[in-house]
């Protein structure tokens, strides 16, 4: 994968995590109390400066009630 296609992806995947937070009315230590991170691993995410590892990206999609596609699409 190129650097610009992945870097496009972590924006998505912040995105979508963002928003779907955003829905609960969740902070980001609540979201990262949910699923075992830290409220500074959740901000990374959102802000595409990490590559969240499989486990991460399901532990959210399991926590959102998401399909992991739907995740990183």
Excluded: C, W
């Excluded at 998505?12 to 949910?34: H, M, T």
């Excluded at 991170?37 to 400066?49: D, F, L, V």
């Amino acid at each position: 994968m190129k650097e610009k296609e992945l870097t496009n992806l972590l924006i998505k995947i912040g995105a979508k995590v963002k928003l779907e937070r955003s829905k609960k009315n969740l902070s980001q230590f609540e979201l990262g109390l949910e699923i075992g991170k830290s409220a500074n691993q959740i901000g990374r995410i959102e802000r595409a400066e990490t590559n969240p590892t499989v486990e991460t990206l399901l532990d959210l999609a399991n926590f959102f009630r998401i399909d992991l596609k739907d995740l990183i699409e």
